[in-house]
């Protein structure tokens, strides 16, 4: 069975402080996406990568980046930390056939 | 306008009753369509793809509409278990990886 793995499922961070969220597919996908999901907003996307050391910013890309050096993993850096950016993250790749998520990481920016 | 726009509810229904819900979009160049499921506090899961000619999948029934540009998600004989958040998904139209999420349509299934 196909799995996307999150390292975090619930995160604590302080304002200010450099955040990294980790993601690794086991299904050799190219395509993979990182989302925030915020009630009553559906998903986000705030960057996709479509290869290896390939990225393009999606609809929010602003206090993020993003890091894929091995097919496999596609890294969320939160560069300093706000509390705007509490939320529900998501991490998925993809097949024309639809997403695989990992189970997301609830992260809290007190 | 919202690119993909659906209903927020919630829908309170009895159990062993249908219940449909519709998603309308605003790109008419979007060719992929998709229901996702997301239980509370938990990921989306995909539910089904929606094709043109609309599709079955036990007490689930997809459909699509391309004129007026919404599709729509019809249960039969709902389960408690059908409790969940049900999730509209369309292609951008230019890409078929990258989709644009509805909000979510919640549905209760009461005993």
């Known amino acids: 069975d196909v799995k996307v793995t999150q390292s975090s499922r619930y995160l604590v961070k302080r304002t200010g402080e450099k955040v990294f969220l980790e993601c690794v597919q086991d299904m050799d996908h190219e395509n993979m996406f990182w989302y925030r999901q915020d009630p009553g907003l559906g998903l986000r996307l705030i960057y996709f990568s479509y290869d290896v050391k390939m990225k393009e910013k999606g609809d929010i890309p602003e206090g993020y980046s993003v890091s894929r050096e091995k097919k496999e993993r596609f890294s969320l850096i939160l560069e300093s930390a706000s509390t705007n950016q509490t939320s529900m993250y998501l991490c998925?790749?993809?097949?024309?056939?639809?997403?695989?998520f990992g189970s997301g990481t609830r992260l809290t920016v007190v | 306008r919202k690119e993909v726009e659906q209903d927020p509810g919630p829908f309170n229904v009895p159990e062993g009753a249908t219940v449909a819900f519709n998603c309308t979009y605003s790109?008419?160049?979007?060719?992929?369509f998709f229901w996702y499921r997301q239980d509370c506090r938990k990921e989306p899961k995909l539910l089904m793809s929606v094709y043109s000619s609309g599709n079955e999948d036990g007490r689930f029934t997809a459909q699509l509409n391309r004129a007026s540009q919404y599709i729509s998600l019809l249960i039969r004989d709902s389960k408690l278990s059908d409790s969940a958040t049900y999730l509209c998904?369309?292609?951008?139209?230019?890409?078929?990886?990258?989709?644009?999420w509805g909000a979510g349509t919640k549905l209760i299934i009461k005993p």
């Open positions: 998925a790749s993809s097949t024309p056939g639809g997403y695989t």
């Open positions: 790109n008419s160049a979007s060719q992929s």
């Open positions: 998904v369309v292609n951008g139209g230019d890409s078929n990886y990258q989709l644009i």
